[in-house]
């Protein structure tokens, strides 16, 4: 049953309408997780898991009709007394080693009256899946966005294989006696907190939730390659190259966990973003059948320091993906650098790659651009007939945005600013609204005179080498296509959070 409160969260998140839905997520310092067996049929052990996770959507606020998943960790059990725990981690009860979970998934949740609810759903524990139901009452608190829950129910342990029940000793003697009740009784005393959007990208609603269920079900190993310090200097670097990265690879990852980590990017991704980002890695399995050390499941999580606390950051990394979040206080404080690259180097015969297609407007628009400036406009904006590699600034780990080149876009007509204001969009549009918004505001609300737009190589062929950047004293897109193999990044002064 531990699993339980954990799915509640993330997947109701893919199947109720964004617009029409509300966000829950576990106040667990008020929170908890607790049964009671009987023992020798003299008393009740008490017990509980310290380690849960939960989320719970509901439509228009209301729990009526409430989606909910969760997750309880196995190896969290606490009966206060230590060889007892082990005992029940081990195959005689949880076997913990085999199932670490307990995953329970709504069904309906069933308003009885202003108080009372019938929570239905299917509980999954040693394997085993079986339906179950809970009684939950309730409580408002004074504050608006908090509520008390408290949830109880029984279940047969012997339905989900936790079979051990006799004293070896008696049953020499012919006295069958069992050790440990049948019936287990459930109580869950949840209180939760309503997540609001928030005006200046604050975590999203579910991202927290997403990321402590995540780092609740790595075990020893998976938390030694995926959790680092806040001030770990490997936080600071980034790269776009086929190469492996700190962190935990997706294809050593569970099936769940995948899902997790799809969650966390939805989370702080746009449907166009999130799309774009999960082409880029199924692309890679198309050139994996090329090159060695690619494909989908070649893209690395990693986080730095405890989500929730003071500081902290995770990202997502790959061949021609690096996405960096951080946050102080939980407010996103820098979503840099972001890179997206994707190529068309395949034979005819194979499907061209996705991710390509997608970020064409990201191409396209910068040639519109370029194409419609007068000879004036083109003599301060060619930087150059060829791409030098020299050219190229966004891969230093360091970012210096000294001595800009190019055109100063208050130089452009309206036509042309409105174009390049439409490519800055398909730069930012890839991260959620707020996010996105704060982003452009960056580049909208800066002097448009200390804002400048170049480019160097081929203007009419797409299949040509080009590259293009626009920089600011803050901020810096680049733009590099080899013809078929195109790089795009965002970067900003604060990468990585940094005040410089």
């Known amino acids: 049953m531990l699993k339980l409160l954990w799915f509640f969260s993330w997947l109701t998140a893919l199947s109720v309408d964004a617009s029409a839905q509300t966000t829950w997520r576990i106040d667990y310092d008020r929170s908890s997780v607790t049964f009671k067996v009987k023992h020798m049929l003299i ?297 997206f690259g994707a190529e068309q180097t395949l034979p005819p015969n194979d499907p061209q790659e996705i991710g390509y297609k997608l970020l064409a407007s990201r191409q396209e628009l910068a040639r519109s651009l370029v194409n419609s400036l007068n000879q004036q406009q083109l003599q301060r904006t060619i930087i150059g007939p060829q791409v030098s590699q020299n050219l190229i600034i966004s891969e230093t780990q360091k970012l210096a945005l000294d001595n800009p080149i190019g055109l100063p876009v208050a130089e452009l007509n309206e036509n042309q600013k409105s174009l390049f204001f439409k490519l800055i969009e398909e730069y930012v549009n890839v991260f959620t609204a707020a996010t996105a918004q704060a982003r452009f505001s960056k580049i909208k609300n800066a002097e448009l005179e200390n804002i400048y737009f170049a480019w160097a190589g081929v203007r009419n062929e797409r299949s040509a080498e080009h590259y293009y950047r626009i920089q600011s004293s803050s901020v810096l897109i680049e733009y590099f296509n080899s013809g078929n193999h195109m790089h795009s990044v965002w970067r900003e002064v604060n990468d990585f959070g940094i005040v410089r």
Request: proline share 4%.
């Open 43 to 339: 008393h009740h052990v008490t017990g509980k898991f310290r380690e849960f996770t939960a989320n719970i959507l509901t439509p228009n606020g209301e729990f009526d009709h409430a989606r909910v998943e969760a997750i309880i960790q196995v190896n969290s059990i606490d009966t206060g007394r230590p060889q007892r725990d082990e005992h029940l981690k081990q195959e005689d009860f949880f076997h913990a080693t085999a199932y670490p979970q307990i995953i329970f998934k709504s069904t309906a949740v069933t308003k009885i009256d202003e108080k009372t609810y019938k929570l239905a759903g299917d509980l999954t524990m040693r394997g085993v899946k079986r339906p179950i139901e809970l009684a939950a009452t309730c409580t408002p608190s004074k504050f608006k966005d908090r509520v008390r829950f408290i949830a109880t129910g029984s279940l047969n342990r012997f339905d989900y294989g936790l079979r051990f029940n006799e004293v070896d000793f008696l049953k020499t003697l012919g006295k069958a006696a069992p050790i440990v009740g049948d019936s287990v009784q459930i109580r869950l005393d949840i209180e939760l907190i309503q997540e609001r959007d928030q005006n200046n990208g604050f975590t999203s609603n579910d991202l927290l939730s997403h990321l402590k269920a995540f780092i609740l079900s790595l075990d020893a190993e998976a938390r030694a390659k995926t959790l680092f310090s806040y001030d770990n200097p490997e936080r600071l670097t980034w790269a776009r190259h086929p190469a492996p990265r700190k962190g935990l690879a997706l294809k050593d990852m569970s099936a769940s966990q995948r899902q997790i980590v799809d969650a966390m990017l939805k989370s702080v991704l746009s449907e166009q973003g999130y799309t774009s980002a999960k082409a880029i890695m199924s692309d890679q399995d198309v050139l994996a059948k090329y090159e060695e050390g690619l494909g989908s499941g070649y893209f690395w999580i990693a986080i730095y320091g405890e989500p929730g606390n003071k500081q902290w950051a995770w990202r997502v990394g790959g061949h021609h993906l690096s996405l960096h979040f951080t946050y102080f206080n939980d407010q996103l404080i820098s979503c840099t650098p972001a890179f």
